[in-house]
């Protein structure tokens, strides 16, 4: 998978505003303050862009087990997508952040667990698209009306039996995508236990991106060497949300096949609470 399949430059993207093909989507979001992205959607977007919430649209509600931010439920995204002009393998998806890819590739990632294939990426997110003059507005998008029919692909997802299950099997790994010091527990800001599963290797998502948050194309391939012959990938973060922009740096390095584990570490560790119970 070559990064002309996966990211689009701020130029084309400013080249094919108009393009009645393509649906652009601010997926803008702050864990930390959960309506800062909706609030600056309406102070101002990418001319064209709907807006898709993490947690209103992209998540399902939270259960006592299953994780921070369980997939959504595909009849209620399907619904939504639709609303705003997606039709199932015809439109383009052109999805955008502003933190390095965490919550676009989440909307990558399900579009694709869905069964749509062409969604691609902004490159920069919208800081970079700001910062090179490319228009901006504070104008709602027209209701379009599209036809989205989800097409599950249950190969890229695995639940915390399947980890467990093959976890240490030889040919299996299994990637924590967490900053350093979570996957070492040295600190957990967000989930009640701090650590990591046995045996995961650490691939901090961050290293994806340059800071100003443009892919670093050429490095993709060699940061997956060391695990490129594994006969099985199985990535995961806190919730679910960041270890999509593993998972696109895998496409990126064409090692394909990866599989999220939905729940994460924020799953995994509810059940060792329950064992502390005991």
Not at 75 to 101: N, W
Not at 134 to 155: A, D
Not at 166 to 187: A, I, M, N, Q, W
């Amino acid at each position: 998978m070559t990064a002309s399949q996966l990211i689009v430059s701020p130029d084309w993207l400013a080249n094919h505003l108009q393009d009645p093909n393509i649906i652009i989507v601010d997926c803008r979001f702050s864990l930390a303050n959960p309506q800062l992205g909706q609030q600056q959607y309406q102070e101002s977007h990418i001319p064209g862009a709907y807006y898709l919430d993490l947690e209103q649209d992209l998540s399902s509600p939270i259960q006592k087990h299953g994780g921070r931010h369980p997939l959504p439920e595909p009849e209620k995204l399907a619904q939504k997508l639709s609303e705003i002009g997606i039709t199932s393998q015809q439109t383009l998806v052109v999805a955008y952040d502003d933190s390095r890819f965490a919550f676009a590739s989440r909307l990558w990632w399900l579009l694709r667990y869905y069964g749509h294939q062409p969604v691609v990426l902004l490159d920069g997110g919208f800081s970079q698209w700001k910062n090179l003059g490319y228009p901006i507005t504070s104008e709602l998008p027209h209701t379009k009306l599209g036809q989205f029919t989800p097409k599950i692909h249950s190969e890229m997802w695995v639940d915390i039996e399947t980890v467990k299950a093959r976890k240490d099997l030889p040919g299996v790994v299994v990637v924590d995508s967490r900053e350093p010091d979570r996957y070492l527990g040295k600190t957990e800001p967000i989930d009640p236990i701090a650590g990591s599963i046995p045996g995961a290797v650490n691939y901090p998502w961050q290293e994806v991106t340059e800071p100003t948050g443009f892919v670093k194309v050429n490095e993709q391939s060699q940061r997956w060497e060391p695990i490129q012959t594994a006969e099985e990938i199985i990535v995961y973060c806190g919730s679910g949300v960041t270890a999509c922009v593993n998972l696109l740096s895998l496409e990126l390095a064409g090692i394909h096949q990866a599989k999220l584990y939905g729940g994460s570490w924020s799953d995994w560790c509810s059940y060792l609470i329950e064992e502390q119970k005991k």
